[in-house]
């Protein structure tokens, strides 16, 4: 959803439903709260990061920067953000001392430059999904972090929910034997999403398999327990165009193999930015949602709702030997948080959760790779990179180019270039 606005509906009704406004009134900061920047007064802020923080007792936003000033307070004002201060570039904000970690809201092919500018400055970062352009600017953000120290986390928010982490672990138990088929879909009906907006923008790596990449990432999700390390094959991907620009997919399907060892696993995934009209003028609402369908040898398993499983979803198994229905919810706990959650918990305040304990983790001494071991789930910069691949793997196999490779002074994989070095060299030769 694109618009603050829309943003700002879901969460209303959800802080009204369970009361949260008291939570907020009554919450107890901790004497030094993470101080988080926010790089752009982005419309998804309100849910992803203002929203979250103003429930999590040890972090606080710091600042909101955007290309003016007047935009960043505005931000401020309207969200009641009494401890950000405003900021006309992401520079400024960035040179900072005292933030410690920012989130980037950024269009999609401003991720890499941006996450690595942050890390440099030596800020820990929450970025937004998809965590780069393409998989070699993962590459370049996993060395940059490497060299920084630096907590990155990708914004995979349906990843670090509970509900995600009962249905894994009972499609890993082997209860229900092997895992065979995998589907997932995420789509908006037409005029959700106006026509200039970032996502049809090639330069800034828009296109519906980027921005709806959850689709690969559940999909592969529950399809192996790891994705890296898997052979991975794009069997089709049909790509329906933008009329404007070619380059950009307004939706994609795609059919994949995930093999491990010698069990594949077929996953089909459907991502749709805006689903044409029927007759033109019907918004296609039945064509909108998300969810997961899973095929095992011996049952069916559904998980509606996993983008926003927070206003409701049900894990559905029906058995195929008895046609027994079961159905689950999980808004708390599960076999990665164990005891910790709350009902009204959305994904962004579990991600917020993983992510300060992992800050928190490496300013108490923690070293980057053993991140995964601080209690509670966590998503590696591998596994990131190995999505990524996918959705390069995709484009290429629908005949498109994979998304931009933005020219980045700071680029370690630019520097070592040959064409890098000639553009680096050719403003001081002809001056
Ligand atoms: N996790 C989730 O559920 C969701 C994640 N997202 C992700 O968040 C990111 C932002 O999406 P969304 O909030 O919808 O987008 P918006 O268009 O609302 O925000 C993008 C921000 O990028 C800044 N910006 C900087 N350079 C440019 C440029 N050249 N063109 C346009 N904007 C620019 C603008 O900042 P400024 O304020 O400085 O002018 C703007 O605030 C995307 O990566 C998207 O994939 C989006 C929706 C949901
Ligand atoms: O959850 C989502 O749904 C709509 C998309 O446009 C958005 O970016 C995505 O994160």
């Known amino acids: ?47 992803a990061i203002y929203d979250a923080v103003s429930t999590h007792p040890d972090a ?36 900072v001392p005292n933030i410690d970690a920012v989130y980037i809201p950024l269009p999609n092919g401003l991720h890499c430059e941006w996450t690595c500018k942050a890390m440099r400055a030596g800020k820990h970062v929450l970025c937004e999904k998809p965590l780069a352009s393409n998989a070699e600017q993962v590459r370049e953000i996993m060395k940059v972090s490497q060299q920084t120290g630096k907590v990155v986390l990708e914004a995979f928010h349906w990843r670090l929910y509970p509900a995600a982490h009962v249905l894994k672990d009972i499609v890993e138990s082997g209860r229900y034997g092997k895992v065979r088929e995998v589907r997932a879909h995420l789509g908006l009906p037409a005029w959700v999403i106006g026509k200039d907006d970032i996502r049809f923008n090639y330069d800034l790596a828009g296109g519906a398999s980027m921005d709806m990449l959850y689709v690969f990432s559940t999909s592969s999700y529950y399809a192996a327990p790891s994705l890296r390390g898997a052979e991975v094959e794009v069997l089709e991907a049909k790509p329906r165009k933008n009329g404007k620009d070619a380059r950009i997919d ?26 044409p009209p029927l007759y033109g003028f019907i918004p296609k609402i039945w064509a909108a949602g998300d969810g997961v369908g899973i095929d095992l040898e011996k049952a069916t398993i559904s998980y509606g709702s996993y983008a926003a499983p927070y206003a409701g979803h049900a894990i559905t198994i029906t058995d195929k030997a008895t046609g027994n229905i079961e159905k689950l919810t999980a808004f708390t706990d599960g076999p990665q948080w164990k005891k910790r959650g709350q009902p009204w918990w959305t994904t962004y305040r579990y991600q917020l959760e993983a992510f300060v304990d992992r800050v928190r983790a490496v300013q108490g001494g923690a070293a980057l790779q053993d991140l995964a071991a601080v209690e509670g789930p966590w998503i590696s910069l591998e596994e990131s990179e190995a999505v990524m691949e996918l959705v390069d793997k995709v484009y290429t196999k629908a005949g498109m180019p994979k998304r931009v490779w933005k020219l980045n002074a700071e680029s370690t994989v630019l520097k070592s270039s040959m064409y890098a070095r000639v553009l680096t060299a050719l403003p001081a030769a002809l001056t």
């Not at 959800?14 to 982005?42: D, E, F, M």
């Open 250 to 275: 307004d939706a994609m399907e795609a059919t994949y193999t995930v093999r491990t060892g010698e069990h594949a696993v077929v996953c089909h995934v459907r991502a749709d930015l805006g689903a």
């Open 60 to 95: 606080t936003i710091a600042g909101v920067a955007a290309r003016s000033r007047a935009k960043a307070e505005a931000q401020i004002a309207r969200y009641k953000l009494k401890d950000a201060k405003g900021y006309g570039s992401y520079d400024e904000l960035l040179a």
């Open 1 to 47: 959803m694109p618009t603050a606005f829309l943003w700002d509906v879901v969460l209303y009704y959800h802080r009204w439903r369970h009361g949260i406004q008291h939570v907020t009134a009554s919450l107890q900061k901790t004497s030094s709260p993470l101080q988080i920047g926010v790089l752009g007064a982005a419309a998804i802020n309100t849910i």
